[in-house]
């Protein structure tokens, strides 16, 4: 496309929406609004606490990543890196913020939610150097994602050693969420290959079809969940949609991969809100 033809509304969103997304900033709403929806979906009240942590906490471990390692992520996402490097100042304000953000709302945290958040900083704290051993990123970054956005509703607040654990609700809500969180990840990985290699397009595919399938196993296990948790089948679904419509391009994983979980969980509550009335 003719970028010189593009209309001016349109190239100032796609800025604003990459900007949101090589900031972490939309990383850190989808983390937000994924907290949201299972606190919702539990009907245990809103702790605005868990989510500015959720919130903080994500876009203050994606930044510390991205500004210590863009030699290492300028083949991957040279878009990202070059915008990293040109607004480094902005974004370790951004981080500062971040973290001012979190110690202010770990104070509405149990002892299981800072035990929660500590095992996830660790493992952020890390991630520079456990992202290069293979076969296991998704796998810890999936582990990491679920503590905050399913552990912390469900263990992590002071309303919820208060009013007890439904362990039933937990087993649908991790299945549901969790499923398009992984799906997320691994389509997230589609280029990762070992150092000096390039992923090859069967490889590549193969993956992808991996991050569908997981996808529509959560909007399965939606479809056969309690009435009252259905509604976060929206993340699953919207995640699908994102990823059977792959696009191979850098702009594309950042914003609408990422982007079609904040959507998703938007529905999702704005859907529970609607059946309470």
């Not at 959720?54 to 863009?70: K, M, P």
């Not at 104070?107 to 900083?121: D, E, M």
């Not at 398009?180 to 079809?209: I, Y």
């Not at 089948?233 to 914003?255: S, T």
Request: charged content about 15%; overall charge positive.
């Amino acid at each position: 496309m003719d970028r010189s033809k593009t209309p001016s509304h349109v190239s100032e969103t796609t800025s604003v929406l990459e900007g949101l997304a090589y900031s972490s900033a939309l990383a850190g709403l989808v983390a937000g609004a994924l907290v949201l929806a299972v606190q919702f979906a539990r009907g245990a009240g809103i702790d605005a606490g868990l989510i500015g942590l959720a919130l903080g906490g994500t876009v203050a471990v994606y930044n510390v990543d991205r500004l210590r390692d863009t030699e290492r992520d300028r083949e991957a996402s040279p878009r990202r890196t070059a915008f990293v490097e040109k607004h480094g100042r902005v974004l370790r304000g951004l981080l500062v913020g971040s973290l001012v953000l979190c110690a202010v709302c770990a104070l509405s945290l149990n002892t299981t939610g800072f035990a929660i958040c500590a095992a996830v900083l660790g493992l952020g704290l890390l991630h520079r150097r456990l992202k290069r051993l293979r076969g296991i990123k998704t796998v810890y970054l999936s582990l990491c994602w679920l503590a905050i956005v399913v552990g912390l509703p469900f263990f992590g607040s002071g309303s919820a050693s208060a009013t007890g654990v439904d362990l039933t609700q937990l087993y649908w809500v991790a299945w549901i969420v969790g499923a398009p969180v992984v799906a997320n990840l691994v389509a997230s990985n589609l280029d990762r290959a070992p150092v000096g290699e390039s992923a090859s397009p069967r490889a590549r595919r193969r993956k992808l079809g991996i991050a569908v399938a997981i996808a529509g196993l959560g909007l399965g296990f939606a479809a056969v969940a309690p009435a009252s948790l259905q509604p976060l089948g929206a993340i699953a679904g919207a995640q699908f949609i994102a990823l059977a419509r792959y696009r191979d391009l850098e702009r594309y994983r950042a914003v609408v991969i990422d982007g079609s979980l904040f959507v998703g969980a938007v529905i999702a509550v704005a859907w529970m809100a609607f059946a309470r009335g």
